[in-house]
């Protein structure tokens, strides 16, 4: 007992310990495994070739259209390819969702034989039983598992649109990462979330630094090294839930600025044009900047200003001039009108074309630039 007790406590796998008693006195011999500390040096080599050069745990935010879910994708594709899931947060959405919860699961009954059960009339029969049901981000965490050697990642788009204190629960703990990407701490698993572990793993032949995090009999949970979790907020939505300082020090957050997108690809946004009244087409990229020029010098903060992106990509692309119009028009003056700039309305536009949204909508048909106040 003595012999284990310490070995648990002091010594590494990579030792063989021998301890002989001589009347009161001990005599301890230690060897070295130079074939099991060479597997570990492979071991730790491989992990460090597999792991991305990117945070764990990252937010991507800034003010509506800056490009944040198209610079997340672009990210994905580079580094996971099509190992990874996408979730959109709403103020619905729960802890069952995300996680996984124990829910009612129909079940079709069936004869001794195997068949399906069906009653006089030729109806499967069915019943309703309870069974753990996994959310995305328990799926997502099990591949990772799995496979070692792959890097996988969920993506939360609007992650402050949900409760994310009550989405998360216990795994808010698990964010706490060391230096090589896994959770500092574990937590404890539910009994049914521990059945649906064991059913998984079931046969399965996973890594032993896994096996021995998870515990023999699944008891704990942790994140490994091989997942990520990268998200996306937008802080100028009205209505979204806070995020505590507790949570938020455990993700890195990366602002996109209002003209990042646009300054990187700048030729490509001097080709979106739409039209300004009648005869003459303007550019979108420029119109925005002068736009967020006015909203500035009104003390709008940023994350209120528009982004090249206000108007996504397929829109702008779109050949149609007319339909292209008639979208910024509609989302950009509704954006203005209802939400940026709905208490500087008599400073933003012009002496009395702004009494209601449909004189805006009219003014801005037969000039969009002298629709605002001193023009654009």
């Known amino acids: ?88 947060f709403h103020p619905n959405y729960m802890y069952g969702n995300f996680v996984g919860a124990f829910k009612p699961f129909p079940k079709v009954l069936k004869n001794s034989d195997g068949s399906k059960k069906k009653d006089e009339d030729g109806n499967i029969q069915e019943t309703i039983t309870y069974e753990y049901i996994p959310g995305v981000l328990m799926k997502q965490l099990v591949k990772a598992l799995k496979n070692q050697d792959k890097n996988y990642l969920l993506l939360i788009e609007e992650i402050n649109r949900a409760n994310v204190a009550a989405v998360f629960g216990d795994v808010f703990q698990l964010l706490d990462r060391d230096r090589n990407g896994e959770s500092e701490y574990v937590i404890a698993t539910s009994k049914e979330l521990q059945e649906y572990l064991k059913k998984e793993f079931d046969g399965y032949k996973l890594e032993e630094n896994v096996k021995r995090n998870l515990g023999d009999d699944y008891s704990r949970l942790y994140l490994p090294s091989n997942f990520y979790i990268w998200a996306t907020m937008n802080s100028a939505d009205q209505g979204v839930m806070p995020m505590d300082t507790a949570f938020r020090r455990r993700w890195e957050f990366r602002y996109l600025g209002i003209n990042d997108a646009a300054d990187s690809n700048i030729e490509e946004f001097s080709h979106y044009k739409f039209k300004i009244n009648s005869t003459e087409t303007v550019s979108w990229d420029k119109f925005r900047r002068e736009l967020n020029k006015k909203l500035s010098n009104l003390n709008i903060p940023e994350d209120k200003l528009i982004g090249p992106y206000f108007i996504s990509k397929s829109v702008l692309e779109d050949a149609d001039l007319d339909k292209l119009t008639e979208t910024i028009k509609s989302k950009v003056l509704m954006y203005l009108y209802e939400d940026a700039a709905k208490a500087y309305k008599p400073l933003l536009f012009a002496e009395g074309k702004y009494s209601t949204y449909s004189t805006v909508c009219k003014y801005f048909d037969e000039n969009a630039l002298n629709l605002f106040k001193g023009n654009l």
Do not use: W
């Not at 002091?10 to 011999?29: N, Q, R, T, V």
């Open 1 to 88: 007992v003595f012999d284990s007790l310490l070995r648990e406590i002091a010594l590494p796998k990579i030792s063989k310990l021998k301890i002989d008693k001589e009347g009161s006195d001990y005599c301890f011999s230690l060897l070295l495994d130079f074939d099991e500390m060479s597997k570990k040096n492979v071991e730790t080599e491989n992990n460090e070739e597999k792991r991305i050069d990117k945070p764990h745990q990252r937010i991507f935010f800034g003010a509506p259209g800056t490009g944040k879910s198209y610079e997340l994708n672009k990210e994905t594709n580079e580094y996971f390819g099509d190992n990874y899931e996408r979730v959109t």
